[in-house]
């Protein structure tokens, strides 16, 4: 089955303690993306990778860090986390064709930073 | 910049149409739509490229005009199974992958 699974999907922690939270996808996606969805805001986009060691920043990178060590894995770091991240986050794949096209989206990661 | 879309909210009957609007202040070079339902992670519907062509999803159609560089979203006899957030997504150039989503449209289907 074609899926994007992200782990955990909820997360509680404190200011400044290191976390990753992991994305992986078993289509053969040269896209993925790492998005934030806060109320009001809709998706804005964190980090996004064209390929393998290919990344680029979105619209909100202040704060993240990301790889694309191997295709199918995309994880997303937060090395000294504050209560601004706290947020729903999704990771999306997609084949690209002169841009991206239909993106899947992952489960979601409700993330809390007290 | 994140395009703008209009109305936030609607409700409707089931049966009745609704159109959902998203523009941009960049040229666009595709329009990309996506449902989501509550806790629920977002669903495609369609992608438009540039060109002005318009698609179609069931009961579900999209137009976009470069010019103007806006895209609308044609909800035609709703049902109760099309009620979420509807959420426009846009890349602004070809190879410029970066995508930005509007704030959403919260679409209520009633019986």
């Known amino acids: 089955e074609a899926q994007v699974t992200q782990n955990p999907r909820y997360l509680i922690t404190v200011t400044g303690k290191k976390l990753t939270v992991t994305c992986s996808q078993n289509m053969n996606h040269e896209y993925m993306s790492w998005y934030r969805q806060d109320p009001g805001l809709g998706l804005r986009q964190i980090y996004y990778s064209m390929n393998v060691e290919v990344t680029d920043k979105g619209d909100v990178p202040e704060g993240y860090k990301v790889s694309r060590k191997e295709k199918r894995n995309f994880p997303l770091i937060l090395e000294s986390p504050s209560p601004n991240q706290t947020s729903l986050y999704f990771c999306a794949s997609s084949r690209i064709s002169g841009g991206p096209l239909e993106q899947y989206f992952g489960p979601g990661t409700r993330l809390t930073v007290t | 910049q994140q395009p703008v879309q209009s109305p936030q909210a609607v409700i409707l009957r089931e049966g009745e149409d609704a159109v959902i609007n998203c523009s941009s202040s960049?040229?666009?070079?595709?329009v990309h739509w996506y449902r989501q339902k509550h806790g629920e992670a977002p669903v495609f519907l369609m992608i438009?490229?540039?060109?002005?062509e318009q698609k179609g999803h069931e009961k579900i159609s999209a137009s976009f005009n470069e010019k103007k560089q806006q895209s609308s979203l044609y909800l035609t006899a709703s049902q109760l199974s099309y009620s979420g957030t509807y959420f426009c997504g846009t890349v602004n150039r070809s190879y410029n992958n970066d995508m930005r989503f509007g704030a959403g449209t919260r679409l209520t289907v009633k019986p």
């Open positions: 960049k040229a666009l070079y595709s």
């Open positions: 438009l490229l540039k060109g002005g």
